[in-house]
């Protein structure tokens, strides 16, 4: 099977320790985005690559986090000095320009669940 | 800024029609999308909707988009209780990222 996926599923971490996730996006698929969902909440943006290029980033995303693509493939998350705040699940999704509808449907994974204690 | 809005629970009975509704505020707004979600897992893609047009059916899937009063609905025709999940309604513009705007999901609930 070719859907996103990422890793690890669940994570739980200190106050102040740095986490840092995976997401393999679908193969073809050129553009990837990271969402961050609460509780009781739809996830909301993050940051946005196409290929390798990281084209937006919301206000979200402060400088404890970083985004990488370093070959327009698989993407890394990484929030330095968790805090409690940070606790949430990130959803992964990918899209393509090429293929599909001109939709541009985003396909997400199962997300990593953050737990910071 | 873009808002989107749903009711947050909804509960129908095993074969009786399903509405999920949905209200959003950007008048650029291209495209809308129905996702599912269920426990611990990520979003589905249900389907989707172009803002020029009405209507979609999809199988049990019927979407319904009202423009000029910025309602969209998801109508589950015959619903299972495989179905009980959240229902998020989304929504893009043309910008360069075209990243998804959502609700905050609807808890549909099928009762047996």
């Known amino acids: 099977d070719t859907g996103v996926s990422q890793d690890p599923r669940h994570k739980i971490t200190k106050r102040g320790q740095n986490v840092t996730f995976r997401c393999d996006p679908i193969?073809?698929?050129?553009?990837l985005y990271w969402y961050r969902q609460t509780l009781g909440q739809g996830p909301e943006f993050l940051t946005y690559?196409?290929?390798?290029?990281?084209?937006?980033k919301s206000r979200l995303l402060s400088d404890r986090f970083s985004a990488e693509r370093p070959k327009g493939s698989f993407s890394t998350l990484e929030i330095q000095r968790t805090e409690q705040g940070d606790s949430a699940m990130y959803l992964c999704?990918?899209?393509?320009?090429?293929?599909?509808?001109?939709?541009?449907?985003?396909?997400f994974g199962p997300g990593t669940r953050l737990t910071v204690t | 800024g873009e808002d989107v809005e749903q009711s947050l629970f909804l509960s129908v009975r095993e074969g009786d029609s399903s509405v999920i509704n949905c209200t959003y505020t950007?008048?650029?707004?291209?495209?809308l999308y129905w996702y599912k979600q269920e426990p611990g897992a990520g979003l589905q893609l249900l389907t989707y909707?172009?803002?020029?047009?009405d209507m979609k059916q999809d199988q049990r899937l019927t979407v319904l988009l009202n423009k000029k009063d910025k309602h969209l609905s998801l109508r589950i025709a015959d619903t299972q209780t495989g179905d009980s999940a959240i229902y998020f309604c989304?929504?893009?513009?043309?910008?360069?990222?075209?990243?998804?705007?959502f609700g905050s999901g609807t808890q549909l609930t099928v009762l047996p």
């Open positions: 989304a929504e893009t513009t043309m910008g360069s990222a075209r990243q998804l705007t």
């Open positions: 999704a990918s899209s393509s320009l090429r293929t599909g509808s001109v939709g541009g449907e985003q396909y």
């Open positions: 193969s073809e698929h050129n553009r």
């Open positions: 690559f196409q290929n390798e290029a990281q084209l937006e």
């Open positions: 909707i172009f803002s020029n047009m």
């Open positions: 950007d008048s650029s707004s291209t495209y």
